[in-house]
């Protein structure tokens, strides 16, 4: 963490600009993947299935899949987004009650995205495109060998499992949260004794060159 506070603001400016480039762009590949895997591959037309026809995106792939594909990247763009945006806005500025509110909205987002979409997009997908319901039974837990649930005749339906992922999930993303809230003083702590000096710099004049304060 502590390398973040070392980088220069040319460095902060290209990595963040570079980021929030990137997430948008991969924002909007994961909305149309999304949108247009969602139409039907085929059509009932005169009693005869024919190929659904949607418009110049026809040749786009269609499925469950490809859905869940466009979830996947619209996840990874909006982290890019929002750690651009924090690199741009935040990172190695002086602390003013501006950095201070832009900040708490990007860590508010942030929140939403982890908290909110993600778990509400997943229970919506598993429950409508997977059809992962407590009336379909898993296939090998249905039901559980007896001699580990001591002699009772239990079975384990899929939205026990879709569940299971959910809770999973969240605590995992709570034991994350926690972790980043307690590393991220390091980030203006200073480089510890432990870690390797920084490489020197020196000048056209043979001086080396040192960082001020901030």
């Given at each position: 963490?502590?390398?973040?506070?070392?980088l220069?603001?040319?460095?902060?400016?290209?990595?963040?600009?570079?980021?929030?480039?990137?997430?948008?762009?991969?924002m909007?590949?994961?909305?149309?993947?999304?949108?247009?895997?969602?139409?039907?591959?085929?059509?009932?037309?005169?009693?005869?299935?024919?190929?659904?026809?949607?418009?110049?995106?026809?040749?786009?792939?269609?499925?469950?899949?490809?859905?869940?594909?466009?979830?996947?990247?619209?996840?990874?763009?909006?982290?890019?987004?929002?750690?651009?945006?924090?690199?741009?806005?935040?990172?190695?500025?002086?602390?003013?009650?501006?950095?201070?509110?832009?900040?708490?909205?990007?860590?508010?987002?942030?929140?939403?995205?982890?908290?909110?979409?993600?778990?509400?997009?997943?229970?919506?997908?598993?429950?409508?495109?997977?059809?992962?319901?407590?009336?379909?039974?898993?296939?090998?837990?249905?039901?559980?060998?007896?001699?580990?649930?001591?002699?009772?005749?239990?079975?384990?339906?899929?939205?026990?499992?879709?569940d299971?992922?959910?809770?999973?999930?969240?605590?995992?993303?709570?034991?994350?949260?926690?972790?980043?809230?307690?590393?991220?003083p390091?980030?203006?702590?200073?480089?510890?004794?432990?870690?390797?000096?920084?490489?020197?710099?020196?000048?056209?004049?043979?001086?080396?060159?040192?960082?001020?304060?901030?």
């Amino acid at each position: 963490m502590y390398r973040l506070g070392e980088l220069s603001p040319s460095q902060r400016i290209t990595y963040g600009s570079a980021m929030l480039a990137v997430g948008t762009v991969a924002m909007v590949i994961a909305v149309v993947i999304v949108h247009w895997a969602q139409f039907p591959v085929e059509e009932l037309v005169d009693g005869e299935f024919v190929p659904f026809q949607v418009d110049f995106l026809n040749w786009m792939p269609r499925g469950i899949w490809w859905k869940a594909l466009g979830y996947v990247i619209a996840f990874g763009a909006s982290q890019l987004m929002l750690v651009g945006a924090a690199f741009l806005f935040v990172l190695g500025r002086k602390m003013s009650w501006a950095v201070a509110s832009i900040a708490a909205t990007l860590a508010w987002l942030e929140l939403v995205v982890i908290f909110g979409i993600v778990p509400s997009e997943w229970l919506n997908f598993s429950q409508t495109d997977l059809d992962w319901s407590s009336q379909r039974l898993v296939p090998g837990l249905d039901p559980i060998p007896s001699f580990l649930v001591l002699g009772n005749d239990i079975s384990i339906s899929w939205a026990v499992i879709k569940d299971s992922i959910s809770m999973g999930y969240n605590l995992a993303m709570l034991v994350l949260g926690g972790l980043f809230a307690y590393k991220i003083p390091d980030v203006y702590g200073g480089r510890p004794e432990s870690a390797a000096a920084p490489d020197e710099v020196t000048s056209p004049y043979g001086r080396t060159l040192v960082k001020g304060d901030r």
